[in-house]
């Protein structure tokens, strides 16, 4: 019979593979069509740009380029697409160690067996075709996948208790903040978000009222951001046609 130790050496060794196929995968694709557009708002927003209101990011949620702002501002880095691309690769090893964590959960009676499952879904996870094109850009999709599945693990290994519902939903929040479009998911959790504790129903109701705000204020966010940039946009049309007029003036006298 094979020890544990020996599986769980053979588990970190398998995970490191994983993690260098992760990186290189990242390091050898071609520039991607939208990775611009990312990395463009995370350096005028590390020059001190506001978002919505200096530039158009109107179709995307904030909390990306505010990472990458943040990162190109502490690096102090001009190598805008390597951090960016560095990122994705970082959640996508860690979303590995998730679907790890998750089938140990799932199969916490039988430890080895939960191993190996976990293992055999992270290779298929990796290696899924749809995976493989659109990991390792410099793109959102791969911090909010971490979100969704380290949600998935907390809720799975606190067994629903108040804070762990705390923690899930504002991991949750995080990853609506960072791209709308995986709302679905996210929003499945919030049944399980609302399951009443043991506390007393003061405590619960708080905890609901909290999780609505937070659900109501990610799903205002694209309409507050597009009336910013609209409203934006009327004052440069305004501040441009009164620079014609003046010049217009200057001109005829």
């Not at 990011?57 to 690096?75: D, G, N, R, W």
């Not at 959960?105 to 976990?118: A, D, E, H, Q, Y």
Request: charged share 15%.
């Amino acid at each position: 019979m094979v020890s544990k130790v020996l599986i769980y050496i053979g588990a970190v060794l398998i995970l490191a593979v994983l993690s260098l196929a992760v990186l290189a995968n990242s390091m050898t694709k071609p520039v991607g069509h939208d990775e611009q557009m990312y990395c463009t708002a995370g350096a005028l927003l590390a020059q001190g740009k506001m978002i919505y209101r200096d530039f158009s990011y109107v179709a995307q949620m904030p909390y990306h380029p505010l990472l990458y702002a943040a990162l190109f501002k502490a690096l102090n880095t001009s190598y805008y697409l390597l951090t960016g691309r560095i990122v994705s690769v970082v959640c996508d090893i860690l979303v590995v160690v998730c679907i790890v964590g998750i089938y140990r959960l799932i199969f916490k009676p039988f430890v080895v067996t939960g191993l190996l499952l976990g293992l055999g879904a992270s290779v298929l996870w990796i290696f899924n075709p749809l995976v493989d094109y659109a990991n390792g850009f410099a793109w959102n999709h791969d911090v909010v996948i971490l979100c969704v599945t380290l949600s998935l693990w907390l809720l799975l290994s606190t067994d629903l208790r108040l804070k762990s519902r705390y923690w899930t939903g504002q991991i949750s929040t995080i990853a609506l903040e960072t791209r709308n479009g995986r709302a679905v998911p996210i929003f499945s959790f919030s049944d399980l978000l609302h399951t009443p504790s043991k506390k007393t129903t003061k405590t619960n109701c708080t905890i609901t009222v909290v999780i609505r705000i937070q659900l109501a204020k990610v799903r205002s966010t694209p309409i507050r951001a597009t009336f910013q940039y609209l409203d934006f946009s009327r004052k440069s049309v305004d501040n441009n046609n009164h620079k014609d007029k003046v010049t217009q003036r200057i001109t005829t006298s």
